[in-house]
């Protein structure tokens, strides 16, 4: 691999001209047309009170597919435009055009999926089978099962159309907040800096512990000062969801994420049950790296403190060069697309203002490419993130040739391709570890995951699970939610933290996004499922690789629990995977106490 590798990302060869781009327009402008033929057509079809015919039924399914690569490819654009620069406010009315064109677009399925209900189950049966039908015939076949719970298609189209201002316009708002915080930190020449959310997030996990305290008071303060705003969008946006939801006739807020996961609720509260009976252990854990700091308790800043050799900066190339040897390891296919995805510029890394907080990776599945963006200042978690995102490219990357409605996978199965990746790495990296110093610093950055998808993810849960609960009563205030957070903090952490993270509602992108209610249970999901695959692959070895490409084809085809069945042989429902996956999960607390157990 290259020594010298870019660190901004290159988004001129998916549409050259960034927010002021004519392909893009150009791109915006076809998609609006087709969209509006493929409305015109469904609405007669529907209108006509006739079954749709064999072709009709393809003729429309090829169109719904090729609409659905462009909104795709057009929203990843945007979202890149608007992280790498939260002021652009070009980029900020593409994104209203591109929602407004997925609801035009979400109106016209409403009607698709009717006429889908409308044909008589002999004929969908023979149409299922058909070339045009059979390569997505689960997804149609799911489609056509959830259109039986919805409003009827007019209301539905309805709905979709005032979201764009109402429902999604409030989850826009979020990013104008964060546009505008605004952290000030005193360095030790006594100058004073204004950081974004993003550059002040870092420090957070800062290996001096004053510079973390000093970070985390700063980010408080400033989410507390935002907290009326960000009370009154959050409260928004599950108002919204729980007035469709009764017009539904849903009585439950899970119903709809566990049916975007593909999960049944049995899997969800399998998974939680095992979590919780695997939480003591960690307990153990964060107590010794209490008393290793020095300290009676970890406070939330303290969770993530880098211990001995982990808190030095590792430059973004050295990264790059160690993330795509462990991948080599398992699998030569999956470490050429990694140096692909550093070389050509796949990645925004770069520490500068104006960048949005956090990490993430978004497909161009038109183009045939992904696009990761983070902030990268050397710190091990920094690596992780770029391992985990890397994970997100490689799955999308096996599975470009599948039709668009085969690729459409949800985030629970998406983490687990995220988090296998991360395994990869620190599991490699923990074996190759010469020094007790080195190898106490990875063991640490290894359970400080597993504090993240056991209790932080699980607090997480439980706060949105309560807020929705409450919610339905009336509006809560900034206190009420903050209230609510440190309980569900205090719950989610055993009770194993000093300080807690009140304003952590305020501060998380994850609650304000629109797409994809409880954006935080499929990451423990995945975590664990992660963790069984690659029980699965330590076994089998080097022939592993190919069947790991095989089951990450078939996440947009089934089920988790067929997902799992099929390809691991085991049951997500009950108990028994969960808790090995959580053993397995934890079979480095007790190194880490023996390695400890002089302090």
């Known amino acids: 691999m290259q020594t010298t590798l870019p660190t901004t990302w290159n988004l001129e060869n998916i549409y050259a001209g960034g927010s002021g781009s004519a392909a893009f327009n150009e791109e915006l402008n076809g998609m609006e047309r087709d969209i509006d033929v493929l409305t015109r057509e469904l609405s ?25 690569l462009r909104i795709r490819q057009s929203d990843s654009f945007v979202g890149c435009l608007q992280a790498q620069q939260m002021k652009d406010t070009a980029a900020n009315g593409l994104n209203d055009r591109v929602k ?35 390569p997505v015939a689960f997804v149609l076949n799911e489609r056509r099962e959830a259109g039986k719970e919805k409003l009827p298609p007019q209301l539905e189209a309805l709905a979709a159309e005032l979201a764009v201002d109402g429902y999604h316009g409030w989850g826009d708002f979020y990013n104008t907040i964060v546009s505008r915080v605004r952290f000030e930190v005193t360095e030790n020449d006594g100058t004073v800096k204004q950081l974004s959310a993003g550059q002040m997030h870092n420090r957070l996990s800062h290996s001096d512990r004053s510079v973390r305290e000093t970070a985390f008071a700063e980010w408080e303060r400033e989410w507390s000062e935002q907290g009326d705003l960000c009370a009154d969008t959050i409260n928004r946006i599950s108002g919204f969801r729980l007035k469709l939801y009764e ?125 990761i963006f983070m902030t990268y200042s050397g710190t091990p978690s920094n690596i992780s993130t770029l391992a985990h995102e890397l994970g997100h490219a490689y799955h999308q990357h096996v599975m470009n040739d599948l039709p668009p409605l085969a690729q459409e996978y949800a985030s629970n199965v998406a983490e687990t391709a995220s988090t296998f990746a991360e395994m990869l790495v620190s599991d490699s990296a923990l074996k190759a570890a010469v020094s007790p110093e080195e190898k106490l610093a990875l063991l640490d950055d290894k359970l400080n995951n597993a504090v993240s998808y056991f209790m932080d993810i699980h607090s997480r849960f439980l706060f949105e699970k309560k807020f929705y609960e409450q919610r339905k009563q009336g509006m809560l205030t900034k206190e009420d939610l903050s209230k609510l957070m440190e309980e569900a903090q205090q719950e989610g952490f055993s009770g194993a933290l000093g300080k807690l993270h009140p304003h952590f509602w305020a501060s998380k992108l994850h609650f304000y996004l629109t797409d ?68 397995l999960a934890l079979v480095d607390v007790e190194e880490f106490l023996a390695l400890t157990e002089e302090a």
């Open 516 to 583: 994809v209610p409880f954006y935080n249970f499929p990451y423990t999901f995945g975590y664990l499922f992660s963790c069984g695959i690659y029980a699965q692959a330590k076994k089998e070895g080097e022939s592993f690789a190919d069947r790991y490409v095989a089951l990450l084809r078939d996440t947009g085809l089934m089920t988790v629990e067929d997902l799992a069945q099929k390809h691991l042989g085991v049951r997500l429902d009950e108990p028994d995977f969960w808790r090995e996956a959580v053993k």
């Open 44 to 68: 007669a079809a529907s209108a006509s009170g006739a079954p749709a015919s064999p072709d009709q039924l393809s003729g429309w399914t090829e169109a719904v597919q090729s609409i659905l």
């Open 100 to 134: 407004t064109l997925s609801a035009k677009f979400n109106g016209a399925l409403t009607n698709f999926d009717e006429l889908l209900l409308r044909t008589d189950d002999e004929s969908w049966g023979n149409w299922l089978h058909t070339a045009d039908a059979s």
């Open 247 to 371: 017009k539904r006739g849903w009585t439950s807020a899970l119903k709809e994420p566990l049916a975007i996961n593909r999960m049944s609720e049995a899997t969800l509260n399998a998974m939680w049950d095992a979590v919780t009976e695997g939480k003591p252990r960690l307990v153990r854990y964060m107590e010794r790296k209490a008393k290793l700091l020095g300290l009676p308790r970890l406070d939330w800043h303290d969770v993530s403190a880098p211990l001995g050799s982990a808190s030095k900066t590792v430059p973004y190339g050295e990264a790059a060069a160690f993330i795509t040897g462990q991948f080599r390891a398992f699998s030569p296919d999956l470490a050429a697309f990694t140096e692909m995805a550093f070389q050509e510029a796949w990645i925004e890394a770069e520490d500068r203002p104006g960048k949005r907080p956090g990490g993430f990776c978004t497909s161009f599945p038109k183009s045939e490419e992904t696009r």
